[in-house]
């Protein structure tokens, strides 16, 4: 299994990104999908979470109307948007597999079973 995180870099406080997940050597269009990030210095934090159908998202209260998950089962990839950028959005993102089927549990990273290997993203004031 193999999860390819990209499309991190260095942006300015506005600006926007689109993070991408490729995945490899798994059934992805049965599994939710995650992204959790962690900033310097602290631990990881949930970031959003994608259902298996793609019709339903989830996301922390920090970026919740900024950030928007989606997934395409064709390319088996799935992706973050992030609008409106702040310094407080720096961090390592990371995408990971949930194959439980509980939503309820999404922000937690204890249900997640495989992960990406991160991105950088830096956002500067």
């Known amino acids: 299994v193999q999860l390819q995180a990209s499309g991190g870099g260095l942006v300015q406080a506005g600006d926007s990104l689109r993070l991408s997940c490729a995945a490899s050597g798994l059934p992805f269009s049965i599994y939710a999908w995650g992204w959790f990030r962690q900033p310097p210095g602290k631990e990881r934090e949930f970031v959003g979470a994608?259902?298996?159908?793609?019709?339903?998202?989830m996301y922390a209260a920090s970026v919740e109307g900024r950030f928007t998950i989606s997934r395409d089962n064709a390319k088996n990839t799935v992706y973050l948007q992030m609008n409106s950028l702040k310094p407080e959005d720096t961090a390592v993102y990371y995408c990971?597999?949930?194959?439980?089927?509980?939503?309820?549990?999404?922000?937690?990273?204890?249900?997640?079973?495989?992960w990406g290997q991160g991105t950088q993203v830096t956002v500067s004031s």
């Open positions: 994608i259902s298996l159908s793609g019709a339903s998202a």
């Open positions: 990971a597999s949930d194959s439980t089927k509980m939503p309820g549990r999404r922000n937690q990273p204890s249900v997640y079973d495989y």
